[in-house]
T-cell receptor, first 115, second 115 residues
Framework: AQSVTQLDSHVSVSEGTPVLLRCNYS??????LFWYVQHPNKGLQLLLK??????LVKGINGFEAEFKKSETSFHLTKPSAHMSDAAEYFC?????????????FGGGTRVLVKP | NAGVTQTPKFQVLKTGQSMTLQCAQD?????MSWYRQDPGMGLRLIHY???????DQGEVPNGYNVSRSTTEDFPLRLLSAAPSQTSVYFC??????????????FGNGTRLTVT
């Protein structure tokens, strides 16, 4: 079984300040972990993924995430928020054992960036 | 390169009506899937396909049918619409290995309202 919990449904930051989106997961097997971003009225786009290589993963648009097995966490960060980062972000888990490579999505974190 | 194309963008149905949501991709992806997105629940997998002629159920398949006669197309049929099927529907595809190993490419979604 696998599950994902995104600890904040909404995050508000000022432009130029750091962004932290928190994600905890559970998985019976070694997981693959992803962050996807959804801009208004658009489909989701992959930001980054972790698949048991380096624990610090760099993605697009300056985002990065750190896999911490002891804490079962995969938090997403960005040093300096930009107005274009306003979107909804989804933490996602999968395992090689999941039927159909099933992805399990968290409930999402909506990011508001204030000028 | 159009990617994943979904039609229609919006649809309103009355309870009991049937309809088909269309999905086409031009990336020669073998894996295709349908998700529904509801507030606070992330995305949930309805049905998926690992190649032409092969389909399987996801976690919320009741009330929906799919078929995969070609690599490019993966339509989703609502047999008898119910208000509980009011949602935003996303079609997504990925390369042969499926979303565990290769990123999902999403369409822009179909917003369905059932009255």
């Amino acid at each position: 079984a696998q599950s994902v919990t995104q600890l904040d449904s909404h995050v508000s930051v000022s432009e130029g300040t750091p962004v932290l989106l928190r994600c905890n997961y559970s998985s019976s097997y070694s997981p693959s972990l992803f962050w996807y971003v959804q801009h208004p009225n658009k489909g989701l786009q992959l930001l980054l993924k972790y698949t048991s290589a380096a624990t610090l993963v760099k993605g697009i648009n300056g985002f990065e995430a750190e896999f911490k097995k002891s804490e079962t966490s995969f938090h997403l960060t960005k040093p300096s928020a930009h107005m274009s980062d306003a979107a909804e972000y989804f933490c996602v888990v999968s395992t090689i054992k999941a039927a159909g490579n099933k992805l399990t999505f968290g409930g999402g974190t909506r990011v508001l960036v204030k000028p | 390169n159009a990617g994943v194309t979904q039609t229609p963008k919006f649809q309103v149905l009355k309870t009991g009506q049937s309809m088909t949501l269309q999905c086409a991709q031009d990336m020669n992806h073998e894996y295709m899937s349908w998700y529904r997105q509801d507030p606070g629940m992330g995305l949930r997998l309805i049905h998926y396909s690992v190649g032409a002629g092969i389909t399987d159920q996801g976690e919320v398949p009741n009330g929906y049918n799919v078929s995969r006669s070609t690599t490019e197309d993966f339509p989703l049929r609502l047999l008898s619409a119910a208000p509980s099927q009011t949602s935003v529907y996303f079609c997504a595809s990925s390369q042969r290995q499926g979303p565990y190993n290769s990123p999902l490419h999403f369409g822009n979604g179909t917003r369905l309202t059932v009255t």
